[in-house]
């Protein structure tokens, strides 16, 4: 069965769920260089301690439709400011490379317009260049990454959790990888059973874009494994982002609370130091 967490308005969680950021945090862009034909340079945005403090593990931080826009900086810089090293990774690098939409209904047109144009085949190409990069950058070859992502990013957290070097993904309301999967195809779903790490898939319960069919198929797909489905009780989609209405800071809070609790269990810690 799916787990149904609860989640109490607690003051204390949200507050250390929604860690400061100041000065103990470095972030800037970089642009990765395409180490095949096949891929495309990356702009992506690093957060990472600072004060030359050694990052405990790399993660990936993958986009809504809307782009690497402000709020999807902000989860890098508090991943980092929780001493991770957090690469945030844009989704359409191919149709447009530098996207940054707000959350009104005009951007959410644009983005849709990019999301049609992607297929699984690139996001695992730019993924898998992306995690190769952070794992040169962090100086170690074997030390399994993190992956978090939002919506359209949630989708792509599950299809970067195949790729060997992830150990620990966390999709959070990835509409869609019960129906298909980007370009076209069988559902992401049935990806599932080549993850070689841990992979926590997040949906609201009041969210109108994972109705309660592909809710189970996701919780049938995960069960029998490591993997868990967490359903998160007065939540929509979108409950994760401040700067959207759907935003329920309970149900936020949750969210890091497992995520965190998650990386910790599974990333260990890198004996490299930055470049």
Do not use: M
């Given at each position: 069965m799916c787990r149904v967490v609860p989640v109490a308005v607690d003051d204390a969680l949200i507050s250390a769920s929604f860690p400061p950021i100041g000065s103990a945090v470095h972030g800037a862009w970089q642009v990765l260089p395409p180490l095949s034909p096949a891929q495309v340079p990356l702009r992506a945005w690093l957060a990472s301690p600072a004060n030359g403090t050694v990052p405990r593990a790399g993660v990936l931080v993958l986009p809504e439709v809307?782009?690497?826009?402000g709020w999807v900086r902000s989860v890098a810089d508090r991943l980092a400011a929780q001493g991770y090293a957090?690469?945030?990774?844009?989704?359409?690098?191919r149709s447009a490379p530098d996207l940054e939409l707000g959350y009104d209904e005009a951007s959410l047109v644009a983005g849709r317009f990019h999301k049609e144009r992607t297929s699984t085949a690139e996001l695992l190409l730019d993924l898998g260049l992306a995690a190769d990069w952070l794992r040169h950058w962090l100086g170690t070859a074997n030390a399994p990454l993190g992956c978090v992502g939002f919506c359209f990013g949630g989708h792509g957290a599950l299809l970067a959790a195949t790729l060997p070097q992830v150990g620990a993904s966390c999709d959070f309301y990835g509409a869609g990888v019960a129906s298909g999967r980007p370009g076209g195809g069988p559902p992401s779903l049935e990806l599932v059973p080549t993850i070689p790490?841990?992979?926590?898939?997040?949906?609201?319960?009041?969210?109108?874009?994972?109705?309660?069919?592909e809710v189970l198929a996701i919780e049938r797909a995960l069960q029998g494994s490591r993997?868990?489905?967490i359903r998160v009780p007065a939540a929509g989609h979108g409950f994760m982002c401040e700067a959207r209405d759907a935003f329920r800071a309970p149900a936020a809070a949750l969210g890091w609370q497992q995520m965190l609790a998650l990386f910790a269990e599974e990333l260990g810690q890198p004996?490299?130091?930055?470049?």
């Open positions: 809307f782009g690497v826009n957090a690469l945030a990774v844009p989704l359409f690098a790490g841990r992979l926590l898939c997040f949906c609201g319960d009041q969210d109108e874009l994972i109705p309660a069919p993997h868990r489905l004996p490299g130091r930055p470049a």
